[in-house]
């Protein structure tokens, strides 16, 4: 557990930062590594906490380097690496629905059971729709000039990645996950208090109208609680760091492209974004085409193949010592 969601890419900064000290060399600038806990319970108790209390460790830091990019996926008979260079907005919900507790026997309209599950289905079915910006706009134009799929045809442009599919459809659109429920104690009693947690993850800029449209879909009898809210975020893709990743790529894989793309979750660059620091992802992987890479996170069988590790761990390296 794990290998994906990154201990692929601490293995790769480890080797790489010891691979530069063996040889005597000194970086282009100075490298400051960060491994913060807790950032699957939003950063609270880790990089936020770190940011807010000791912003003098990235005193001069301007750029940072994490996870989810610089990985390969098939684009039809083709490959492309993706460049992380926007996130989310993260808005993880708790729903709480209040009833009457009673016999489970009873005829018992005011079931807080009920009026969770249907919340909870309403916003687990709503389809939300395509809301492009900067970076899935040049996300799309150039999986249109790869594959020569019209442009307008979103969904159709991320078919085209074979395993990644799923993963690039949910960049492109707010998405509103339901993933714990919390109700009751005992079979034949009816709970006065029903609760569910809902992942919610925001097109930058749409998350006030989001969350409008979330109290809609619940209605009145159903409170929303807002547990961790985080910011989403986009930055050009441009400027020496960028040249830079992309050039450490074409050295170790010729003639491929590296395309911009916007993650449909987040990481710890969001609280460096609070010291001005500008985030991206870069772990380098040369994957099979056929391996669900990304759908994996998270998962039961989390794995990367051992020459894709080498591969990335040279492509850092290469950064590292050039940049």
Do not use: C
Request: proline share 6%; no cysteine; net charge negative.
């Amino acid at each position: 557990r794990g290998a994906v969601d990154m201990k692929n890419m601490n293995a790769m900064i480890l080797t790489s930062v010891a691979e530069i000290l063996r040889a005597g060399e000194q970086p282009e600038r100075d490298l400051i590594l960060a491994f913060f806990a807790d950032e699957e319970n939003g950063g609270v108790e880790g990089s936020a906490l770190v940011v807010q209390n000791r912003p003098e460790w990235f005193a001069g830091a301007t750029e940072a380097i994490s996870e989810v990019g610089g990985y390969s996926i098939p684009v039809g008979d083709q490959s492309a690496y993706l460049l992380q260079v926007g996130e989310k907005a993260l808005m993880w919900i708790r729903l709480i629905a209040k009833g009457r507790a009673g016999h489970g026997s009873r005829f018992h309209p005011e079931n807080a059971v009920t009026r969770l599950a249907e919340a909870v289905a309403a916003i687990g079915r709503t389809a939300w729709p395509i809301q492009l910006t900067d970076t899935t706009r040049e996300f799309l134009d150039r999986m249109s000039a790869l594959t020569g799929l019209p442009v307008d045809d979103p969904d159709a442009l991320a078919a085209t990645a074979g395993p990644a599919e799923a993963f690039l459809r949910s960049t492109l659109r707010t998405t509103t996950n339901p993933t714990v429920l919390q109700a009751g104690y005992k079979h034949n009693v009816i709970p006065e208090r029903a609760e569910a947690l809902i992942d919610v993850r925001v097109i930058p800029g749409q998350e006030e109208d989001v969350l409008a449209q979330l109290r809609a879909l619940v209605g009145d009898d159903v409170e929303i609680e807002m547990v961790v809210q985080d910011i989403g975020m986009e930055t050009p893709f441009a400027g020496p760091l960028v040249d830079a990743m992309v050039a450490a790529l074409e050295r170790h894989d010729p003639g491929v492209p590296v395309i911009p793309y916007l993650l449909g979750a987040g990481t710890d660059n969001k609280a460096l974004a609070f010291l001005g620091i500008t985030g991206y992802g870069f772990a380098p992987l040369k994957l099979p085409a056929d391996l669900d890479f990304t759908g994996m996170f998270h998962g039961v069988d989390e794995r990367v193949p051992i020459e894709s590790l080498v591969f990335g761990q040279r492509v850092l390296t290469d950064l590292l010592r050039t940049y």
